[in-house]
């Protein structure tokens, strides 16, 4: 490989080749003392013991860790394993393998912070049952992820990839405290599982050329396991090689604005995996070769804060949630290398604030999460930045997002008719609006061009609902009959009866955009996204409105229909979590914690109706999302035009009408 390989005409993202990755490897040390980041990990560990924002993090890898000491693993058994193939279920077998690694990583991390040597004796003993089990296991795959034709102890997913990584990095944490038969059997299996199926078999994964974050997980994971256990340095030069092919690969899905298409979770999941590999590959080479030194990578490195709204919610297209958990070290490291912001927390995420007990993520929330005095600097740097009572905005062009915020004094009307306020209606109250354009054929898509997203007062008032339950059908043909995926499922309009479809075919165009120190207009031509609904064409137009010396905001929505055919029928469709209270024709509010939304629209053009639907979230919790409904009669037959206007404003409010 002269160097990395180019994607088209563009030039590559990793300015690397073959020579200079072996140059880097021979020119440093073969086992630095800071492969993890730090260079003494466990006084690391030690130091975040005592600090308040670490509280629920030791608090939760202590109880998982002392029932791990109390009983074995669960097992997955084969009743669970067959489950996928035979009903499309992943949630069984997924319960008890995430369980199996939160354990693992619980005694792992416990097991550094020992109070006493029979204490760490006793964590020691119980870890290396852990990794005997994990070694034992059947596949290290999730079953969904098996192809019906491979072999299960040689294929390679995300999981296995995290796998080989866990346990490549306890095993450098603690050999020289470990039976030489326990690491023995991690170099073993690990190279027979991953590191020769990758890298020496060079088997032809699907991953090593995708442009999302399977490319990043499973090349990143691998390499790690590659750095801390390839003891050959020619062995080990092409594994590094292939594994920045395969970044590569995943930095294209990328444009140069920065944007995650697929979502803030996988923007921690992909992104994230490339900063661990990037900076134990920067270690391993005493610096030789620093993957986070170029461009690209920075731009995607701020994605969290430009899509953040407030209080911890975010623009959630795709499949991502509100409420992501972010790795406090992730984000503590890429401002430290990238100069990106933290976006702000209370506290560090636990080990089971994350669904899937990522070893990686656990980890280096405790050796990389900065200590106060890092966060007051960090603090003030973003308090003098974003001290302004003009309109916050951050536009994606390639991606095709843009997102408004503003800060207003969060007084509502009849504030002077009461004597006693609660805390939170005394401080400042943020409002946003996200909508976005871009292509129904993005990883991880939904069929939602032209969706919208209303915030105010840390609440998305007019939502989207995210990922849904993962199943064998959400990633199957038909997949547009998920609510989370189908355009009905969204805030856009269904057309004569006619939804958006799925494809890269099914796009947006912008038309026009517009920023000024009062807000935001887009005008996104949408013709392409129902190209059988009988539409000469469809335009949508938002205006975001947001006076500084005002405390309220509007938005102002028209979409214009321009007909081709006979039926002239639309729905526009409003999601939310919270119900609307319709008092009178021509206007409907939705009611939140702190902020009201009012909508108004012309009841001579548009019935309205509500419905409401129970459903649950990606990670099986039941929720009640409500659909408001605004339906245009058939039109004239002469009428060639139909333009709907929906007018909204959001302000400080209470429950006063419901």
């Known amino acids: 490989m002269k160097n990395v390989e180019l994607t088209g005409d563009r030039p590559p993202y990793l300015n690397v080749d073959s020579s200079q990755i072996r140059e880097a490897l021979v020119h440093s040390s073969k086992q630095p003392a800071s492969l993890l980041g730090t260079a003494d990990w466990k006084a690391q560990l030690q130091e975040t013991t005592d600090r308040p924002e670490f509280s629920l993090y030791w ?34 077998y997924e319960d008890v393998y995430f369980e199996r690694r939160a354990r693992l990583a619980a005694l792992g991390i416990q097991a550094a912070v020992a109070a006493n040597s029979d204490e760490e004796r006793a964590y020691l003993a119980a870890l290396e049952d852990a990794l005997w089990d994990v070694c034992g296991e059947y596949t290290w795959c999730l079953t969904a992820h098996l192809p019906a034709e491979s072999d299960p102890v040689s294929e390679v997913d995300l999981f296995a990839a995290e796998t080989a990584e866990t346990l490549a990095e306890l095993l450098y944490m603690y050999e020289d405290v470990l039976d030489r038969r326990i690491a023995e059997r991690i170099r073993r299996e690990v190279r027979q599982r991953v590191l020769e199926p990758v890298f020496i078999q060079n088997k032809p994964f699907f991953w090593r050329r995708a442009d999302h974050n399977w490319s990043a997980v499973c090349a990143g994971g691998s390499g790690m396991a590659a750095l801390l256990l390839m003891d050959d340095a020619d062995e080990l030069a092409a594994a590094i090689e292939q594994v920045c092919a395969s970044l590569e690969s995943f930095l294209s899905g990328y444009g140069a604005d920065g944007g995650c298409a697929e979502g803030l979770g996988y923007w921690v999941y992909g992104f994230g995996y490339y900063t661990y590999f990037s900076e134990m590959l920067r270690e391993r080479t005493n610096g030789g070769l620093d993957l986070l030194a170029s461009a690209h990578p920075r731009n995607i490195a701020g994605f969290p804060e430009r899509i953040h709204l407030s209080q911890g919610v975010y623009v959630n297209f795709s499949d991502s949630g509100e409420k992501e958990v972010l790795p406090t070290g992730l984000l503590h490291r890429l401002m430290e290398r990238t100069g990106s912001r933290v976006v702000p927390y209370d506290a560090v995420p636990g080990l089971l604030s994350d669904p899937v007990r990522r070893w990686a993520h656990v980890l280096r929330n405790g050796l990389w999460t900065a200590g106060e005095e890092a966060q007051v600097v960090e603090l003030s740097m973003k308090v003098e930045e974003h001290n302004s009572s003009h309109s916050n905005v951050s536009v994606f062009n390639e991606l095709g997002w843009w997102i408004c915020r503003a800060e207003r004094s969060g007084a509502n009307q009849n504030e002077h008719e009461h004597k006693h306020k609660h805390e939170h209606e005394k401080r400042p109250l943020a409002y946003g609006f996200a909508i976005k354009g871009g292509h129904n054929g993005e990883p991880h898509n939904h069929n939602d061009l032209g969706q919208f ?28 009959q998920i609510i989370n995926i ?13 939804m958006q479809g799925s494809g890269n075919e099914y796009r947006a165009r912008t038309i026009m955009q517009r920023t000024n120190e009062l807000g935001l207009e887009v005008e996104l031509d949408l013709t392409e996204a129902y190209p059988d609904a009988g539409l000469a064409r469809y335009t949508r137009y938002a205006q975001w409105i947001c006076p500084p010396a005002e405390d309220t905001v509007t938005i102002e929505l028209t979409d214009r229909f321009i007909w081709s055919g006979e039926e002239k029928h639309f729905e526009e469709r409003l999601i939310s979590r919270f119900k609307p209270v319709i008092v009178e024709k021509g206007t409907v509010y939705w009611y939140g914690t702190r902020a009201v939304l009012q909508l108004s629209y012309d009841p001579e053009l548009l019935e309205v109706s509500m419905y409401s639907t129970d459903h649950v979230d990606h990670d099986g919790h039941p929720f009640t999302f409500y659909t408001t409904c605004l339906a245009h009669r058939n039109a004239p037959s002469a009428e060639l035009e139909t333009h709907c206007r929906l007018e909204f404003e959001m302000r400080a409010g209470e429950h006063d009408l419901q």
């Open 59 to 92: 608090q939760q890898i202590a109880e998982t860790a002392r029932v791990a000491m109390q009983e074995p693993l669960p097992p997955l058994t084969y009743s669970n394993f067959r489950q996928f193939a035979e009903t499309g279920a992943r949630k069984g």
């Open 453 to 480: 997203i209303m915030h105010g007062g840390g609440e998305n008032i007019l939502c989207d609902l995210g990922a849904g339950m993962y199943t064998q059908a959400y990633f199957q043909a038909g997949r547009e």
């Open 486 to 498: 189908s355009s009905g499922g969204h805030n856009v309009p269904v057309i004569n009866r006619v």
